[in-house]
């Protein structure tokens, strides 16, 4: 009992060093700031915008930045800052729904492909081939012309097309672990392949695959962006980034800046998360003295 | 090897089989029958039912996927259910958009990401090396059809330079490359800047290996050790890039062509998706990933060909 105060004592002195030198490294720090800063405005989105970001204003259409409007307005009259900050809900949350699939998915498959082997892991292999071989916007696409464009479909589309990513990074880092002399001794011993894998292997690739997570993250963003401004995600009038690019570039001789803002928006929420990810994985391979 | 060969082979195969019956499936548990959507909610159920059997949507879903798979297999692709026209020829008309439009892509894209690369790893640790990174990192990040948004701003509506929609066709060859310089250029861009990360890990693995530091223990400098010595062996995971890099161009162009209004492949399959063009989605799509499958095939096999230590 008298050990415990210590333990907790060096535990939190470890996780402040963890702390300091994720602050130290610049792309996870960076990264850091900026997914911050996204998540921030998209909690505030929720409860304050300067202006409703559906309210028409039929008299201030394809206004320019002004005081009332500090990023314009756009063909309806909507306030474009309105729209950028309800549009981040928008992002994250088609970033977290299809990475959440991918994980669910991907994540089980292959810690079973890697704990069991045999035939079970071969067709799990194969299938994540299957799967990775056929691009995400042909699927994306498929999907949306069979069940209609919306956000779900797209995020359905984006999160199938992870999941043999996360099949991947799961098998080959848990078989590193699975193969280390802690884990024979923990079969020795008696313990059952389920508890070493909760026990043993998640909390060893944990940061492996939070920083896969987070370049997915990233990716997700990316592509129902991309969607988005197809047609084939969230439909308009809901404020979107690819959407407000769409309508924009209708307008590009009047105001040009009407389709970067929502470019910018998108461009520094991609480089947010791939940051963060990155500086992840450099921190973990530092500390396992493994070079980038 | 001739074994390895039959085997991914047969992994694209069956790759096809499974992406056409979901392709088939997905576009078959539609509400309504494709005759209904081509007639609209007025039809009456007469006219339905002539027009299902017409275009031989009324038989067994196993009969309609034979039928089509046959089709494709011969090169019959059909034709559309709402304008009536064969898709092949269309398909065939969108291409001489698209091909010279990815391969100019892939040329802009190996060029930027060559030196962008290789400076990359030569001023590793070093600021010059930081900034190329920098770069790389912010061509991945700019979404393909902002960053052609941005090019159309600065050299379409602000330079008046060069077209930044549309295209005149190829019995006016010079203006058809005008329009083509944008999007090749927005492609391209984007695939150069993740294709130089890969060449930056190439060079600077052979940057560290031993035989390079013989090299330049033997007095050969640092450009010359590297020319002689480590490009080419690091020109070896660069080929399989390359074709990734395709497969993504390949797929990139339907984004780009959507920016730039150019008819090709990517625009009839998205138009094709808007009008519920079933057929049609599923001739390209299908198309579009034996291309991709066949594409990933080819690398694979190029990879073992050119480093003998990767075979079997």
Redesign the interface.
Known sequence: MTAAPVEIAGACQRDRAGIRRWARNPSAAAGGALVGLIVAVALVSLVWTPYPPLAVDPSHSLAGPSWSHPLGTDQYGRDVLSRLMAGSRVSLYAGVVSVLVATVAGVPAGLLAAQWGGVPAQVVL?LS??LY??????AA??????LGSSTTTAMLAIGIAFVPVLVRVTRSNALVVLGSDYVLAARAYGRRPLAILRRHVLPNIATTLIAQMSLLF?LAI?AE??LD????GTTPPTASW?DM?QT??NY??QD?LL??WP?TA??LA??GF??LGEGTAELRNARLGR?A | MTSYLARRAG??L??LF??SV??FA??A??PGSPAQVILGTQATPQAVRQLSAQIGTNKPLWDQYLHWVHGLLIGQLGQSYISHQPIGPQIAQALTVTGPLILLALAVGTLVALPLGLGGALHNGKLTGALLGGLS??G???????GG??L??IF???LRLLPSSGFPGWSEPGQALRSLVLPAATLGLVEGAILSRYVRASVLDQL?SDYLRTARSKGLSRARALWRHGLRNAMVPLVTVLGLEL?AL??GA??VE??FSLPGVGQL??N???N?D?LV?QDI?ML??AV??VI?LVVDLSYRLLDPRVRD
Request: no cysteine.
């Open positions: 194969r081939d299957v071989a056929f691009p995400a916007l042909l696409i498929v999907l949306s012309a069979a990233s990316l962006a991309g401004y197809l047609g084939l690819g690019i924009a570039q590009l001789s040009p389709s970067v470019g998108i461009f991609v480089l791939s940051l070079s | 992994i694209v069956v790759s499974g992406a979901a392709v997905v576009l548990v539609l990192q912010v991945i990040a700019v979404p393909s059809f902002v948004i941005v159309i701003i379409g509506v602000k560290r497969a390949i797929v339907i984004v959507n920016v399959l998205l094709a998706v808007g519920r079933l989605v799509v579009l990933a991709v499958l990933n």
